[in-house]
């Protein structure tokens, strides 16, 4: 089963850069939507930005801009490169994948557990 693990978060100053980084593992066919979602307590998980194939690429308004999300069907990963960062920014940042195999090729969506992102003012 396909499983996604988020990697580079943390803490860092308003201003500053952080990259993201998720990796899929455990049989993975064909992914053919990867996106990074965000969510605060008490708030819906809302898109930041989403690469479909050809490297297509749809922003959140408020991170147009300042991110940059990039895939390598190579190795399966998906980045999130997140610059000018501002305390608004801090939230739980996931990982999705909508991975597809046969024989149907039917969506398959996939979360990974969340890495979080604190930009401190």
């Known amino acids: 089963q396909v499983q996604l693990v988020e990697s580079g978060g943390g803490l860092v100053q308003a201003g500053g850069s952080l990259s993201l980084s998720c990796a899929a593992s455990?049989?993975?066919?064909?992914?053919?939507?990867w996106a990074w979602y965000r969510q605060t307590p008490g708030k819906t998980r809302d898109l930041v930005a989403q690469?479909?194939?050809?490297?297509?690429?749809t922003y959140a308004d408020f991170v147009k801009g300042r991110f940059t999300i990039s895939r390598d069907d190579a190795k399966n990963t998906v980045s999130l490169e997140m610059n000018n960062l501002k305390p608004e920014d801090t939230a739980v940042y996931y990982c999705?994948?909508?991975?597809?195999?046969?024989?149907?090729?039917?969506?398959?969506?996939?979360w990974g557990p969340g890495t979080q992102v604190t930009v401190s003012s």
């Open positions: 999705y994948a909508d991975h597809r195999h046969p024989p149907n090729y039917s969506p398959q969506h996939i």
């Open positions: 455990g049989g993975v066919f064909s992914i053919v939507t």
């Open positions: 690469i479909r194939r050809q490297s297509d690429t």
